[in-house]
């Protein structure tokens, strides 16, 4: 699976963001997909996932109640929308798919090349 993420950039703190990952190469509905970010001097950390179908999803603490993880199987593209973005959301963003539905990025077997966001204080 190729995937290719967009949508990242510069906002000012309460500001929103909308992330896209669309992928190619392999069936999309057959993977897991997950979002991954990683701050200047940090470990990459989980931030959300979905299940294939969409029905379930999961997130990291510090995400809860800001951002929304979803998929649309016939575009082959999964989204993160981001809302209330906090300078501490400044990241790389990374999606990446899975054939299991997980939290922790080792079952991942595919990675985009992340794409940049930074919140402004």
């Known amino acids: 699976v190729q995937l290719q993420a967009s949508g990242g950039g510069l906002v000012q703190a309460g500001g929103s963001l909308r992330l896209s990952c669309a992928a190619s190469g392999r069936t999309f509905s057959n993977y897991a997909m997950g979002w991954f970010r990683q701050a200047p001097g940090k470990e990459r950390e989980f931030v959300a996932s979905?299940?294939?179908?969409?029905?379930?999803?999961s997130y990291a603490d510090p995400v809860k109640g800001r951002f929304t993880i979803s998929r649309d199987n016939a575009k082959n593209t999964v989204y993160l929308q981001m809302n209330s973005l906090k300078p501490e959301d400044t990241a790389v963003y990374y999606c990446?798919?899975?054939?299991?539905?997980?939290?922790?990025?080792?079952?991942?077997?595919?990675w985009g090349q992340g794409t940049q966001v930074t919140v402004s204080s």
């Open positions: 979905i299940n294939r179908s969409g029905g379930s999803t």
């Open positions: 990446a798919a899975s054939p299991f539905f997980a939290a922790v990025a080792s079952p991942y077997d595919y």
